[in-house]
């Protein structure tokens, strides 16, 4: 069998029973078919000319050609709080496996890209404009199957991005977890004002398993706002002490929460 093909299936077949487990979460195979999968990425970039290089070759170069490719709409954000900077991230959504997980292959046949990219693409290891490129393969939840942008903000460069992950210390508890936000949780965060981005799994990337999700603020007051209302609301409270996922110790074991900006080439 072919390789792309073989990776494809087993992802999706492996995902689907996994989400099946949980209850109230099963959908038909119809709305299964819906659901986006995402590329995160995490660029560690150098300093100096290096984030000049890399704005330039997201707005010029790989996101018009993901597009082309039917990727889209594509995040690209700094760290705006958080370890390691600078360092840039790149969601790239879509509705075909195949198509995310082969994209550079893709990439690499498109002639317009190659020559709008290749100072960055084609750069010298010696003077390359990151240190290191990092990438996560996700799959949306099936009660939030697809990505929400906000509406375009007046302000843009003030929007601020939150993205969250929720490790898990057993498989068991990772899919409570997802169960947990499928009982409410999403509902909360909106009630709250926090507007969700995305909620995924992670089928491949470090700390397994985990889930992670984005949400989207129109600036820093309205994040520390938001996270006090979803902390007080009596939906919450009731929700985070059923026995179901109250349980010691706790179906979450490590949670990592970073601030990002979008950059001026975002499409969210």
């Known amino acids: 069998m072919d390789r792309r093909k073989f990776v494809s299936a087993s992802l999706s077949a492996t995902v689907l029973s996994l989400a099946g487990s949980a209850k109230g979460i099963g959908q038909t195979g119809a709305a299964s078919a819906m659901v986006e999968y995402y590329d995160l990425r995490r660029y560690q970039l150098t300093s100096g000319p290096g984030t000049k290089l890399t704005d330039n070759y997201f707005a010029e170069a790989l996101i018009p050609a993901l597009n082309r490719l039917s990727i889209g709409p594509v995040g690209a954000f700094s760290v705006y709080f958080g370890p390691e900077t600078p360092a840039y991230y790149l969601l790239m959504p879509s509705s075909k496996l195949e198509t995310l997980v082969t994209a550079d292959l893709l990439l690499a046949r498109d002639p317009t890209f190659m020559k709008a990219g290749a100072l960055f693409w084609d750069a010298p290891a010696g003077s390359r404009p990151y240190v290191q490129i990092e990438s996560s393969l996700l799959r949306a939840f099936e009660g939030y199957p697809r990505m929400t942008p906000p509406a375009s903000p007046a302000t843009k460069r003030k929007r601020v991005y939150q993205l969250r992950q929720y490790q898990s210390p057993t498989n068991a508890d990772h899919v409570r977890k997802v169960e947990m936000f499928h ?33 989207s603020f129109s600036d820093m007051a309205s994040l520390e706002s938001a996270w006090d209302k979803f902390g007080a609301d009596p939906d919450w409270k009731k929700l985070s002490n059923d026995p179901k996922f109250n349980l010691d110790p706790p179906i979450v074991s490590n949670i990592t929460s970073l601030l990002l900006r979008p950059l001026a080439c975002s499409q969210v």
């Open 183 to 215: 009982d409410g949780e999403f509902g909360i965060f909106e009630k709250a004002g926090a507007q969700g981005l995305f909620y995924a799994d992670t089928l491949i990337g470090p700390r397994l398993p985990n889930l992670i999700y984005m949400l």
